[in-house]
């Protein structure tokens, strides 16, 4: 299948700092991608769907000027938390396809961000 | 009615033995669909796509759709112990990007 490579892979920060997470898809251009929030045994969260070159689309709930998505290329997307919490620590997992209908999705190897 | 219903186990099989993993979705005009495996810790892995009615086979997996009746499900032949994992159904409705995942069903496989 293809590669979505995802960093960091593991972050620790204070309370009040941003993170950035990037995510990129290594071998093949990824006209969408997907973020994911996933608490213990709990199943995938979307948060937003971005599409290149234009405004990510936020599930409800998701506050997008806490969560910014920018997805400047076909093969980047990052994902940075803004005045992270202690509620924000979490798994955060990416995954992108290429375009076409029914194409699958391929996910990064996740972020376990854990705000201190 | 949740989106993608999955029984969360977990489902326990013997070494050798089939696990059979079951989904059933909610949108009649979904046209994708798929199952990944996540392991605990670890971000969710590809096993198979499927997109027409039938049974469509992939080394020990294979994955039945049926349309009519709105569930898909997941064979695991000969299960070894590392299938262990949380499986994960996924469903695109025809025509949309974003995916839906059911909750997962955790499976084990004892030796």
């Known amino acids: 299948g293809a590669v979505v490579s995802q960093h960091p892979s593991r972050v620790i920060c204070k309370s009040g700092t941003s993170v950035k997470i990037e995510c990129r898809s290594l071998?093949?251009?990824?006209?969408?991608m997907f973020w994911y929030r996933q608490f213990p045994k709990k199943s995938l969260m979307l948060m937003a769907t971005s599409n290149e070159g234009s405004k990510a689309t936020y599930e409800q709930g998701v506050e997008k000027d806490k969560f910014l998505i920018n997805h400047a290329s076909l093969t980047l997307s990052t994902l940075t938390v803004t005045s992270a919490h202690p509620e924000d620590s979490s798994f955060y997992i990416c995954?992108?396809?290429?375009?076409?209908?029914?194409?699958?999705?391929?996910f990064g190897q996740g972020t376990r961000l854990t705000v201190v | 009615q949740k989106e993608v219903e999955q029984n969360s186990g977990p489902l326990s099989v013997p070494e050798g033995a089939i696990a059979s993993l079951n989904c059933t979705y909610s949108?009649?005009?979904?046209?994708?669909f798929f199952w990944y495996r996540q392991y605990s810790g670890k971000s969710p892995e590809l096993i198979m796509s499927i997109y027409s009615n039938g049974d469509k086979e992939d080394g020990r997996f294979t994955a039945q759709l049926n349309k009519a009746s709105q569930y898909v499900s997941l064979l695991i032949r000969d299960s070894q112990p590392s299938d262990s994992a949380t499986y994960l159904c996924?469903?695109?409705?025809?025509?949309?990007?974003?995916?839906?995942f059911g909750i997962g069903t955790k499976l084990q496989v004892i030796p």
């Open positions: 996924a469903v695109m409705p025809g025509g949309y990007q974003k995916v839906t």
């Open positions: 071998d093949f251009q990824a006209t969408t």
């Open positions: 949108d009649r005009g979904s046209q994708s």
């Open positions: 995954s992108a396809r290429s375009a076409g209908e029914g194409t699958e999705a391929f």
